[in-house]
């Protein structure tokens, strides 16, 4: 698979039902806007594509296109976009039908680094402005699954992730691969995005471990375990299958065959 920008847009028929904006009568209502980054600064090592990852096409448009247009049918207002400080421009054409969205230089030494310079690009806001961080890498996620974690931020916590069971046993490992715990399934989840969090609380977070940030194999993964590190509490709700991340070429595929299910339905 091969990041290619010049395909004709897909019909709006075409757009999977969970992912349709809703028009402007029936958004979801809010106390007050909401923002997001949406990262897209990755290289893809893993996908193994030509060129960002974030640009390769699914239905004829590229990854961080569905993962914006998911944001803003969950109700997210302003969206900053971290990309590769070389493809700006690439990005900018192919986000410029998606109004109040900007796209800055992300890091390309950590995701971490990336949100931290998409967070500054954002400016600052009031204490308990909801703002979500999301990758870019899910395309996917159904806009129910952004309203509920900007509604349980907006109910009090001050960080909120989506999650879903995890299906596979997990063990922890050894530097040699040895084997040394098997933690119990069903106290494990796995974490999808968006997070979302008050941006007092996010900012502080990105504050005190901004120093991870310089190199991925020390940085955070996600945005909550920063919240975790200054000792915040990290809320929970449901996740979606659908919001599956594209890492490997087989991710990829999938998502190209939900995409197709959606549209053929
Ligand atoms: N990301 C980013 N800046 C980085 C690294 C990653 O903004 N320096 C973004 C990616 O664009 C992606 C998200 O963070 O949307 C999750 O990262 P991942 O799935 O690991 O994507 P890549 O880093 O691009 O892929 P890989 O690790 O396989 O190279
Ligand atoms: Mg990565």
Redesign the pocket.
Known sequence: WRATSKSPPPPSASTPSWLRVASKSKKMPSKSESCAVL?????????CCEG???LVELSGRPLVWWAARGLRAGGVGAIVV?APASSIEEFRSALSDIDDLTVVA??????Q???ALGLAALGRCEADTVVLVH???RPLTPPQVTARVIDAVRGGAGAVIPVLPVTDTLKTVDAAGVVVGTPRRSDMVAVQTPQGFRWDVLIRAHEEGASLGAD?ARAATDDAGLVEAIGGTVHTVAGDERSM???RPLDLALAQILVAEETSA
């Not at 600064?41 to 996908?47: E, I, K, P, V, Y």
């Not at 992300?106 to 995701?111: E, I, V």
């Open positions: 990262t897209a600064a990755g290289s893809g090592s893993r996908l960002p990852k974030a971290t992300g890091s390309d030494r950590s995701r680094e990336s949100v990758d870019a890498a991925e991340k594209v890492t």
